[in-house]
């Protein structure tokens, strides 16, 4: 069965940074698309970064420059490197994974596998 846990959310100062992990367990091929999304209290789940298999990625407006999402296939980890954090970036993240072949997007339809999410608080 397929799990994904994400750690490494806390509380930081605005221009402060985190970096979140997503352990993946539970199959015997890496998902071809990989992602975090956040969601604040009352919004949607927005999709923030994502990256495929052919290591492309792709990020929301909002985190471009200062977000970075890398996987580390071997050890069936993603990361978002997150710098130059804003109050706005406070939210609920979840890692999320699919293994479709085919071009991976910021939209929660897409993907099929959730983890349970990480708390990312930042103070101005």
């Known amino acids: 069965q397929v799990q994904l846990v994400e750690s490494g959310g806390g509380s930081v100062q605005a221009g402060g940074s985190l970096r979140l992990s997503c352990a993946a367990s539970?199959?015997?091929?890496?998902?071809?698309?990989m992602a975090w999304f956040r969601q604040a209290p009352g919004k949607e789940r927005e999709g923030v970064a994502v990256?495929?298999?052919?290591?492309?990625?792709s990020y929301a407006d909002s985190v471009k420059g200062r977000f970075t999402i890398s996987r580390d296939s071997a050890k069936n980890t993603l990361y978002l490197q997150m710098n130059s954090l804003k109050p706005g970036d406070a939210a609920m993240y979840y890692c999320?994974?699919?293994?479709?072949?085919?071009?991976?997007?910021?939209?929660?339809?897409?993907?099929?596998?959730w983890g349970q999410g990480t708390q990312v608080t930042v103070s101005s």
């Open positions: 999320a994974a699919d293994w479709r072949l085919r071009g991976c997007g910021r939209r929660p339809y897409e993907y099929t596998y």
């Open positions: 990256i495929g298999g052919d290591a492309k990625t």
């Open positions: 539970g199959y015997t091929r890496n998902p071809y698309c």
